[in-house]
């Protein structure tokens, strides 16, 4: 019983390490794209925008997943991923105090720059994606 205590308090403090480390890897694209686009932009704001972006379209994708499936509506799931993308763009426009260009602007900037980093971290041998 101890060890499996141990090791399940090992594996959730390794779980959050590892989360923490994500979302400040996934906030530097949204900080840099921010810095372009707003005044407002700094790196504490870029990762409440990240957390508040995902937890917003996690909620909003849900919702629609679940009456999807409970209609048998599979095109409630695409709805669910297009008012998902609008609910962190109202997220990026609330923290950077920005219009809905503006924060539309920061999602594309952010896009784009992760695809850059990703480019050349494969070039240096470094891989962050792995797609199966």
């Given at each position: 019983?101890?060890?499996?205590?141990?090791?399940?308090?090992?594996?959730?403090?390794?779980?959050?390490?590892?989360?923490?480390?994500a979302w400040i890897i996934t906030s530097i694209p949204v900080w840099l794209a921010s810095k372009a686009v707003s005044k407002h932009s700094s790196f504490p704001r870029a990762m409440l925008a990240t957390l508040g972006?995902?937890?917003?379209?996690?909620?909003?994708?849900?919702?629609?997943?679940?009456?999807?499936a409970a209609i048998r509506f599979p095109?409630?799931?695409?709805?669910?991923?297009?008012?998902?993308?609008?609910?962190?763009?109202?997220?990026?426009?609330?923290?950077?105090?920005?219009g809905w260009g503006g924060a539309f602007l920061i999602a594309l900037l952010a896009f784009v720059i992760t695809i850059i980093i990703g480019i050349i971290l494969a070039f240096l041998g470094i891989i962050i994606i792995h797609f199966l």
């Open positions: 019983m101890h060890l499996i205590v141990h090791t399940t308090l090992a594996s959730t403090i390794l779980y959050v390490i590892g989360f923490i480390i972006g995902l937890i917003i379209f996690a909620i909003i994708f849900g919702i629609f997943y679940i009456i999807g095109l409630l799931t695409a709805l669910g991923l297009l008012f998902g993308f609008i609910g962190i763009l109202g997220v990026f426009k609330a923290i950077f105090e920005t």
